[in-house]
């Protein structure tokens, strides 16, 4: 039945092309095409040779264009030379593209295309580092290059507006500054290889909790200054050649079909001028989709026909194929769409494939992966991000010299939990895990024994039972007890933190409090190392706790770089992108979330993370913005001066010192507080870091400019951004809540 429908409507579409192509009066569209075509000229400027080439398609090759051809690709035009862009997914490395993430996540999945597993987002974005960012954006755009691909699918910069959501460990935080600054430093360095990247997703995708379905029910003042803010900059710094829509609704419209997000905001508000594409399976309609700024919908054929159709996926709310060209071409013909959007979104697909070189020279693959300069991004990455949040009478780093036993213990101890599930998973070539960076760099040293302590929740039946639970934590214990130290490495893993599904609760997966506190109880020597994207809840065994350490998903590279960190050989420099609440119910979304009836009220507005926690006073367990080192640093003269010649910019500049003796990096933060505003504004907001590498008793000035926008909210009744003049002031400081320096200055009308 159903291949008799396809065969009908096929033979319908061949008509209806007919009847167009002859109907649209393009004289060129059919003509063979010239050697000399201006639009393979690779010397003209890309704005010709996309209208040239243009001219030269029929309607029906356009209408082709606006969805996939499979499962990871575009749809080429051979008769043009128009290339299938190649897709990947990422962001924290390439992920194999054999098909959803339930197939190419499947043990039994054929293809295994192995590279390098970078560290989390969230990791990433601990480090405060964005020109490592740059770099990490490079090495993956190589590795792009290197299997033959075109295009990753990353980063993603949606807020991690609450604790469950089962992709925070995408995310680059809490805040929509540091967001932008590492968003655009991902995508100039996937760019600067001619590779192209996908910025997702757009917007407000902060749950997993029933994604096709669930509406966000938000303001615009919200939207601007907390959740479009890293798109923006995206697409006015990085000029971004590609930016994906989210499954979710907003404000009762699909993103796939919403004109406000996709036209009058990223399209003619940022100035965005590449296209626009459909999260896998998030489109609803055929026209209302096209006319809202949708310009290429994935995926596209078989694949896209087999996924609407599996019972999974219409559980899930998937929907797609709404962009196939016979759908597209009826409502061109029923005059619902008109030639001149279908151009537009063309237009849009030609220049990305132009500006990224992919039609010039396309990426022929066979090139080498996981190179030792990529490794050492990974490293760098996961070493930078790793955040020392408790270290009770300088129990850290291990002092090699003194120490002849270790007790590595827990879930994660010895194996790699390098990302969280879902489309961002790559599988490495190797891992390392804290159990092998801690026996590398212990050597013959020291003795490091292994007990795992508590099985991960739901991975393995066996370790599930009362008996075998027993006995893992008496092994525990008792490696503990004989320990000079116990490092005990817990959190979560990819089953448990993944797209598709929020995390179930903020509380450590079974068993895992009562193992750090059994075995803190035996040995009051005891690192805890907390391996997960989400924050969790520490309230159990953090007082007793002398050592904790936040590794993240840290990627391939993790181990090695919690073990550097444990005995010193890196510093630790990372500093919170989240703050780390107390318990969920802190949240400042907590109330709301994940809705009721499918709809959640973002009724927290712009106090999300550290702007509810410092504007209410709730005290957090860890600060957003906080870090320690084992060296310490000391902030002196802050000075405001306006930036001679400027157009009211400012300048702040102040000196930062190791007072300590180790060589050590201070991320520091700079916030403005806008203390004249007569609309409600939060205490104050971040709007600078610099990442100052210093060693022993060295001293630095940071500098920092501040523009119009550092001052500006969004003002719902122009619909613009808007700085108040009057007096301001800055403060500088190691977190949100330690601010070393205050200074003012006074913003001219
Ligand atoms: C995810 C996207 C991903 C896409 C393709 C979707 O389920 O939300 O982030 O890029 O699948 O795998």
Redesign the pocket.
């Known amino acids: 039945m159903r291949r008799i429908f396809t065969a009908v409507h096929a033979v319908l579409a061949v008509f209806a092309v007919a009847t167009l192509a002859l109907g649209s009066g393009n004289l060129f569209a059919q003509d063979a095409v010239p050697k000399d075509a201006p639009y393979k000229n690779a010397h003209l400027p890309v704005d010709q040779r996309v209208a040239d080439l243009l001219k030269r398609m029929t309607l029906e090759e356009k209408a082709t264009m606006l969805a996939g051809s499979g499962w990871?690709e575009s749809a080429p035009i051979e008769r043009l030379g128009i290339p299938s862009i190649k897709m990947a997914?990422?962001p924290m490395g390439v992920r194999s593209w054999a098909g959803?993430?339930a197939i190419t996540n499947a043990a039994s999945n054929p293809v295994r295309v192995e590279t390098t597993s970078f560290p989390s987002g969230v990791d990433m974005a601990a480090t405060w580092d964005a020109d490592l960012v740059e770099r990490e954006g490079r090495a993956i755009g190589e590795e792009v290059k290197a299997l033959g691909r075109d295009m990753i699918?990353?980063p993603?910069v949606n807020i991690n507006r609450q604790p469950l959501w089962g992709r925070n460990f995408e995310g680059y935080g809490e805040d929509p500054y540091l967001a932008a600054r590492l968003g655009v430093a991902y995508i100039k360095g996937v760019q600067s290889e001619g590779v192209i990247p996908?910025l997702?997703?757009f917007a407000v995708n902060n749950e997993e909790f029933e994604?096709h379905r669930i509406d966000v029910t938000i303001d615009e003042r919200t939207l601007h200054e907390i959740y479009f803010p890293a798109f923006k900059a995206a697409v006015e710094e990085a000029d971004v050649w590609t930016v994906?829509s989210a499954?979710n609704k907003v404000n009762g419209v699909h993103c796939g079909e919403d004109k406000y997000l996709l036209r009058d905001v990223l399209k003619k508000e940022f100035g965005f001028k590449g296209f626009v594409v459909s999260?896998?399976?998030s489109t609803y309609s055929t026209a209302p989709t096209v006319n809202a700024g949708m310009d290429l919908e994935?995926p596209g054929g078989p694949q896209a026909r087999a996924m609407i159709t599996s019972p999974r996926s219409i559980m899930s709310g998937n929907s797609g194929t709404w962009l196939e060209s016979a759908k597209v071409l009826a409502e061109v013909k029923a005059g619902n769409i008109t030639e001149t959007t279908i151009d537009d979104n063309v237009s849009r697909i030609l220049r990305v494939i132009f500006e990224s070189g992919i039609f010039d020279h396309p990426h022929a693959g066979g090139g080498e992966v996981d190179t030792p300069e990529e490794r050492a991004v990974a490293l760098q990455g996961a070493t930078e991000g790793i955040v020392l949040l408790k270290n009770e009478g300088e129990m850290l780093p291990l002092a090699a010299a003194k120490i002849h036993t270790i007790a590595v213990i827990g879930p994660n101890a010895a194996v790699a939990r390098t990302g969280g599930g879902?489309?961002?998973l790559v599988r490495p070539k190797h891992a390392i895990d804290p159990l092998d960076g801690i026996r590398g760099l212990a050597g013959d040293r020291v003795k490091v024994s292994y007990a795992l302590g508590v099985g991960m929740e739901g991975e393995d039946p066996a370790q599930d039972t009362p008996e075998a639970r027993a006995k893992a934590l008496k092994e525990a214990t008792d490696a503990a007890g004989q320990a000079d130290v116990a490092v005990v490495v817990v959190g979560r893993y990819n089953k448990l933190e993944s797209?598709?599904f929020d995390v179930k609760t903020m509380d450590l997966p079974a068993g895992q409090d009562e193992l750090i506190e059994a075995v803190e109880k035996v040995n009051p020597r005891t690192v805890v190392v907390l391996n997960t994207g989400d924050p969790v809840t520490m309230s159990k065994w953090i007082d007793q706790t002398p050592a904790l350490l936040d590794m993240w998903y840290g990627g391939q590279e993790g181990g090695a770089a919690l073990a550097k960190i444990l005995f010193g050989d890196a510093n630790p420099s990372g500093k919170l992108p989240v703050t780390l609440p107390k318990k969920f119910e802190d949240s400042p979304a907590a109330a709301n979330y994940p809705g009721k009836d499918l709809e959640v009220k973002y009724a927290e507005g712009i106090y999300v993370g550290y702007r509810y926690f410092d504007t209410k006073n709730v005290e957090p367990q860890f600060p957003f913005g906080f870090g320690l080192s084992y060296t310490k640093f000391e902030y002196s003269g802050l000075q405001t001066s306006p930036v001679k010649g400027g157009k009211g910019e400012w300048l702040v500049t102040a000196k930062i010192r190791n007072a300590g003796k180790r060589a050590g990096a201070e991320v520091v933060e700079l916030y403005v507080h806008d203390g004249h505003s007569k609309i409600d504004r939060p205490v104050h907001e971040l709007k600078g870091f610099k990442r100052v590498e210093l060693q022993p008793g060295e001293t630095k000035t940071v500098e920092f400019t501040l523009d119009r926008a550092a001052f500006s909210f969004w003002n719902p009744a122009t619909k613009a951004w808007q700085a108040n003049a009057g007096r301001f002031e800055v403060q500088m400081g190691a977190s949100s809540r330690d601010i070393r320096l205050k200074g003012t200055l006074e913003l001219a009308r």
């Open positions: 990871m997914d990422g959803s993430s699918l990353g993603t996908s997702k997703h994604r994906m499954y999260d896998w399976g994935m879902g489309s961002s797209e598709g």
